[in-house]
Nanobody, 119 residues
Framework: QVQLVESGGGLVQAGGSLRLSCAAS????????MAWFRQPPGKERELLTR????????YYADSVKGRFTIARDNAKNMVYLQMNSLKPEDTAVYYC????????????WGQGTQVTVSS
């Protein structure tokens, strides 16, 4: 099992920055990809960015490209999401997710952390 715990959410003014952290449990040897999703109020959950656990491959949704950066620290079993130039429309619950090797979808999720961007 892979357990994920997010932290770092909060209230920030538009134009500001936040860094979210995701702590993964020790069984990360089974992880293939880590990702960040978000779910704005009344909307569906969307994929923002993903990173391979062992390589350099990354993906960013157009909505966050150039503003958000995903990074990982394998030694600490941590994944981070640096969010810059935040906008009110970035307000959402942010989730960390993991896809284990051999799975075609994300099968482990954190509990989510709230990010609120005020105008």
């Amino acid at each position: 099992q892979v357990q994920l715990v997010e932290s770092g959410g909060g209230l920030v003014q538009a134009g500001g920055s936040l860094r979210l952290s995701c702590a993964a449990s020790v069984r990360t040897f089974s992880v293939d990809t880590m990702a960040w999703f978000r779910q704005p109020p009344g909307k569906e959950r969307e994929l923002l960015t993903r990173i391979s656990w062992r390589g350099a491959s990354t993906y960013y949704a157009d909505s966050v490209k150039g503003r958000f950066t995903i990074a990982r620290d394998n030694a600490k079993n941590m994944v981070y999401l640096q969010m810059n130039s935040l906008k009110p429309e970035d307000t959402a619950v942010y989730y960390c997710a993991a896809a284990t090797i051999g799975r075609s979808s994300y099968n482990h999720w954190g509990q989510g952390t709230q990010v609120t961007v005020s105008s």
